[in-house]
């Protein structure tokens, strides 16, 4: 909901759409009845004198109050006369043409209960938001409206019985506060929420706080108002009700004695029920209170005695129920003092447990009891287990000590400049050394736990609370022999087979497979004796390598052995790298002539497999010739052999033509599962056939071929590139295999620009240098041709000027394909002409595939003269839609 006055519109539509379901013609039209006026639009043209009126009715009245001070001052804003002049003159039914007139509002009639709404939130046109306007507003408790209305109506005197006071700065927070009189009594009452104030005097009161504004910083002054006048800058909306007449009751005015009975005894009942819900939360309030008051007694009586005396006359008392006690509201059970928490695996006081407690007096510990009950209570420092406390200071002197060694060990480490004689020295894992501070506070820690684990059960019980008080602190001070003590752990843990599986120290130089010293000397460092002898202290069962000590021998044959098979494999593939340098290179490679008649097929697929083994023998393994996927199913071969190219055959599947001595050089090393022959045979008329071994599946080899030309013609997000090609060069683009002598290129001609211009001529010489060096290109292309014949082609393509790539899908059609072309060469669509390997694609609708126009394709355009408009290929740029529902080939 945005503000009060909206929800005022929406409540009278739901009151009188609700109302309008009742039988009785009274309650029918009630809300009519009592709100509702009407006034009209009167237009007077000028010229005339005639006019018209349209009637409306209203709920409230909707008054401006920018600019003024005085409720009067607003009404009559709102009646005034408008003048309609220029573009807004009055279309006269009478001269029948526009003519100059004058506007009013006219009000009719007036409601029992008028609503006035003060228009504060208004839109700010600077900021584009809502704002509040804070004007100070005049109102009189008594408004006649006899100067609006005229004989019209007979009473016109309205007494003010609400005020609607929103308090804040902004239109979109704040507070409402209602100023409502009691229509028996005449007494005003305040409404703030759910708090109604009486207020002290039969007459309207606005407080200083209604009229403070929320976080202003200047205060308007208030202006003077006469008597029987209020003046507000926060009033919002004004209930007036027509004054009656002679203390009657008028006929149109509801009391609370006219309501139905059935109406009478739903509020009686609903008023009934809430005086008691009133009482009820009175009783529980009381009742809080009491409890509240009986707990502050109850914990002042255990505050008094809290503190603990001495060091040896206090009691542990657990954190967590304290806090629960002293932070509960006191509605919920307290429950007993449980010390379980506290306990160690002896059934006594944890000394690592003492920041979970609270030290308290034996007597408030009593009363604590007494009041709340409990388990076992921990009094006394003889609480403290004797057991734990000596572990303890143990376990702290160990980490002391170990802290001094990895300092000293550090030290020695750094001051080791020179290296160790052959003859002393002990072999550690070099991350054994960085980690060995944390392995031995690891296993110190998973001691412990053993020997907490491995502590008999007890049972928590109530026992006598007199016990002697037993300090600990002789034996727990006593110089204690920390190597004795970590010899004494690693003697109880020494058949725990599953700690030093888990604690690995010393076997990062350990081999894998046969746990001897490893032969990779990177992964261990020879230490002197004094260092090894401080670690052997904290790792008595870890691997013992002296200098001296030989690496695994069965690692270092396997070694051996596999650095032999690696000098073999590279050995087999510089022979075969020496053998066959022309198929390895790609070079050479055979074509069908008068002295070829026989070859044999293999996949490129097992060649690339091969040439990753010659280069990189010890990480590739030697491939077989695995020649059964050009198979078919029924054993045919899936290719037919005049289509068999030297490169490629055409599709994803490629094969590469082998000579005879290639194929038995290197059957010698490989092995295979087929062999594939092709033979050719040339009859005595000069016609060629082929015979292959295996012979050629027909009907699978169409297949395949339907299918790789299907899976070639079915792409999205595809390069395919466009030539453009000057008007007198088209017989350039016949040939695929032949590029165009006079592409244009990305210069433009100096004629096109002005002479004057320097850059223009340079660009004008690198265009011509350009066609030279073209022109020089396509003298020298039987050369090339001849070059190539013995040389894989690189399957790149080759961007040359003048050429633009476009990305493209199989779906597209020629239409679509051709506005793409106008974006970037700026040719209209009707003056393309696209040709592929000769032949100019015809087809607005037609797509890519139809063509079979594969990725990578090269077109080329040949572009008609400019259109008669120059402003029409802007046009057609600027909005594609246009060609779209037109013909792309013809203006």
Known sequence: MDDAQEFSKLFMSLLEDTLQQQQDLDIRHLVQRQFTGVYSYVTICSACGSGSEHSATFYELDLNIKGHRHLSECIDEFIKEEELEGDNQYMCAACNCKQNAVRRIQLQSLPPVLNVQLLRFVFDRTTGVKKKLNTYIQFPEVLDMSQYLGEKMGTTVYDLYAVLIHRGPSAYSGHYIAHIRDQKSDVWYKFNDEQIEKMGSKNLTLCKEDEQELFSKTDEKKPKTPKGAHCSRNAYMLVYCLRRKDDEVLPDVPQFDMLPQRLQKCLEIDNQRFEEWTKAMENIRDENVAKGHARQADVKDIYSVLPPSTEDDLEWIPTKWLRDWLGGDGRGAIPEVDTTPLLCPHGCMDPDKVTMAKCVSPKAGDIIYAKFKGKQRLIGRASLCRDCVTEKCRSVRRRTHINEDSKLIGQLLKGQTSPISDNCGYWVGKLSLRSWKKLALQKMDEKQRTLENSSPSFEVATTSYNTPIESCSSSAGDNINVRSALSELNDK?????????????????????????????????????????????????????????????????????????????????????????????????????????????????????????????????????????????????????????????????????????????????VTFDVEVIVTRVVEDDGQVTFIVQPDVCKDCAEQRQLSEVKMKLTYTKAPIYVRKLSPDDVTACLDPMTEPINCVTDYESPSKTSPDSTQDVQQDQKCKAVKRKMSSKSETLDKVAKFESGKRRSSRHRKIRGEKELTVSSTMTLRDLKLEIMKLFSVAPFDQHLLLQGKELKGDMETLASFKIFPETTLYLKADDNVEDPTFLEEVKGTEEGFKGTSLMGR
């Open 493 to 669: 843990g020494s058949t725990d087979s599953e700690d030093e599986t888990e604690l690995q120290f010393n076997e990062d130089l350990l081999c894998e497979e046969h746990g001897n010293l490893s032969i990779d000397e990177n992964c261990r460092r020879l230490v002197p004796d004094d260092i090894w002898n401080r670690l052997k202290l904290y790792f008595p069962y870890a691997a013992e390598f002296p200098s001296e000590s030989e690496p695994c021998y069965k690692c270092k044959a396997e070694r051996d052995r596999e650095q032999q098979i690696k000098a073999s494999l590279k050995l087999i593939a510089a022979e075969q790298r020496s053998l066959l340098s022309n198929l390895y290179y790609g070079k050479n490679r055979p074509v069908w002539d008068a002295d070829t008649n026989m070859l044999w097929l293999v996949t490129t697929g097992f060649l690339d497999d091969w040439r990753k083994f010659i280069r990189d023998p010890v990480h590739y393994k030697l491939p077989s010739v695995f020649n059964k996927s050009m198979l078919c199913q029924h054993g045919g071969l899936l290719f037919q052999p005049e289509f068999i190219m030297t490169d490629a055959t055409g599709g994803y599947f490629r094969l590469e033509y082998l000579q005879s001595s290639e194929w038995q050089q290197l059957t010698s090393y």
